[in-house]
């Protein structure tokens, strides 16, 4: 049993009841009255320079620094939905400056590289930081660190030997992390100061949306891209209204199906959720320390996020990554009410001080993951069409710099970013369905059983990691 089987057992079902209560299944994030108006869709057929298909993170990173770098190229983004409708606008809010969804991920991978990317990260999260600031985007950024929290006895030696390989972390044993942050469950933390900030995720979105506007980005909402073909004048787009014929695209169409039928296998989406809290007050602030501000995650297989809004609300997301049967994203997966019951549970055994404190909006949302768990990169169609999916959970930050190596392929030019291993060789495919639910389900049991076995991966994980294909969830 882990610490959180047992909160399961022992939490009341009317104290998870009352505090559910009333919650909107509305992203916390969208139901903003800052929220823009909806912007017009195309309407008749147009010729551009670069085409952008997705308005997400990698979309809008793609079409503004393709502004910034050629002021005079004409550059349009069709977004099926609206601007940060999807995972963008529906995350935890960590922007990491991992590219390679963690240090041993990426040592794992591409351990020739590691040490670069992860310098390539923290530049790459520095200008984020700048961009912020340069197009004044009101996303309440705070650059506060990770606290990564053993919740079991046997991680408390894992946390020691990371800060072993690592001296820029701090080490807090069980009396330094509960004087950091109050939790009964912590045994001790490790805090990376320099490699992730907290923002408001759909914000960053919307701010990205005017920034490229104000460049002069044309950017059409409802409007899905339904096919691509090749032409001898460009790369012609199909949508419901019109076609785009473009000399260059770019592909930001994260977890929804490639319009390259030959990387649809390579991602899988996988369901994750979340809770908020309405604000804490002062008393209740006080009570669980945490003035630092720092973003939480704790070291079991199927993990918890947490942070704090900049109005004192705590989210409280993870746990259960769900893939649902046929590679399908469907809004009726958005809502799964055992899972919010079981974070219900996990967040009072967490913050026992919290009791009574309510929930007002529960929501999910589908990420796009690969079988390496960082991002991928082809081209197609003789180098006019660039397409990066396979973020995994960590896109807040990556897709910045996903958008710069896109930009690079298309511009034909050999670049740091283009000679990368990272960019050059591409994930395992996932397997057809049924075999693709089949393997998640054994998968995420044997996961399960790890973390109730002192974090021991048994022989199946062992397979899976040894062909490249280990998951995390």
Same mark, same amino acid.
């Given at each position: ?45 147009? !010729? !551009? ?19 910034? +770098? ?29 590219? !390679? ?9 591409? #351990? ?22 340069? $197009? ?132 899988? #989406?996988? @369901?994750? @959720? ?18 630092? =501000? ?18 004192? =609300? ?9 893939? $649902? ?7 009726? @997966? ?57 973020? !995994? ?35 395992? #495919?996932?397997? #057809? ?23 021991? +991966? ?16």
């Amino acid at each position: 049993m882990t610490t959180y089987d047992t909160a399961e057992s022992s939490t009341s079902r009317q104290q998870i009841t009352t505090a559910l209560d009333g919650a909107s299944r509305a992203p916390y994030w969208l139901d903003d009255p800052a929220r823009p108006q909806p912007l017009a869709a195309l309407a008749t057929d147009t !010729t !551009t320079d670069l085409a952008v298909v997705g308005g997400g993170y990698t979309g809008l990173w793609t079409a503004l620094m393709a502004k910034e +770098r050629d002021p005079g190229r004409r550059v349009v983004l069709l977004e099926g939905n609206r601007i940060g409708w999807a995972a963008s606008g529906r995350n935890g809010g960590f922007c990491d400056a991992s590219l !390679t969804h963690g240090e041993a991920n990426g040592e794992k991978h591409l #351990p020739d590289e590691s040490a670069r990317l992860h310098e390539l990260g923290m530049e790459n999260l520095q200008e984020i930081s700048d961009a912020i600031k340069k $197009y004044g985007i009101d996303c309440g950024f705070e650059w506060t660190g990770t606290l990564n929290v053993a919740t079991e006895d046997h991680q408390v030696a894992w946390l020691r030997a990371e800060k072993g390989k690592n001296p820029d972390v701090l080490f807090l044993d069980e009396t330094a992390i509960r004087a950091e942050v109050d939790s009964p469950v912590y045994r001790a933390g490790l805090w990376d100061k320099k490699g992730s900030a907290m923002l408001n995720p759909a914000r960053l979105a919307w701010g990205l949306q005017r920034a490229c506007l104000e460049l002069g980005v044309e950017i059409y909402e409802h409007t899905p891209v339904r096919g691509l073909t090749r032409t001898p004048h460009g790369v012609r787009l199909a949508t419901d209204a019109g076609t785009v014929t473009a000399a260059d695209v770019a592909l930001a169409t994260n977890v929804f199906p490639s319009l390259l039928k030959r990387t649809r296998l390579h991602t899988v #989406p996988v @369901y994750d @959720y979340v809770l908020m809290t309405e604000p804490l007050s002062a008393e209740q602030l006080a009570a669980i320390g945490w003035s630092n =501000r720092q973003g939480l995650s704790d070291l079991n297989n199927r993990f918890h996020y947490y942070r704090l809004t900049e109005d004192n =609300r705590i989210l409280f997301g993870g746990y259960d990554a769900v893939y $649902y049967f046929g590679r399908t994203v469907k809004p009726e @997966y958005d809502q799964r009410e055992q899972t919010f019951e079981r974070l219900a549970a996990h967040f009072f055994a967490t913050f026992p001080q919290l009791d009574g404190v309510s929930f007002t909006h529960k929501w999910g949302g589908a990420i796009d993951t690969c079988s390496r768990f960082f991002s991928f990169f082809t081209t197609a169609h003789g180098g006019r069409v660039a397409y990066s999916a396979g973020y !995994t959970g960590l896109g807040v930050g990556a897709t910045r710099f996903g958008a710069s190596v896109m930009l690079d392929l298309l511009s034909g030019s050999t670049t740091e970013r283009t000679r990368l291993r990272m960019v050059r060789k591409r994930p395992l #495919p996932f397997p #057809p369905e049924p075999l693709a639910w089949l393997g998640v389900k054994i998968t995420t049991a044997a996961m399960v059983r790890a973390d109730r076995n002192q974090g021991r +991966r048994g022989p199946w994980l062992k397979l899976m990691d040894a062909v490249g294909m280990g998951f995390d969830s």
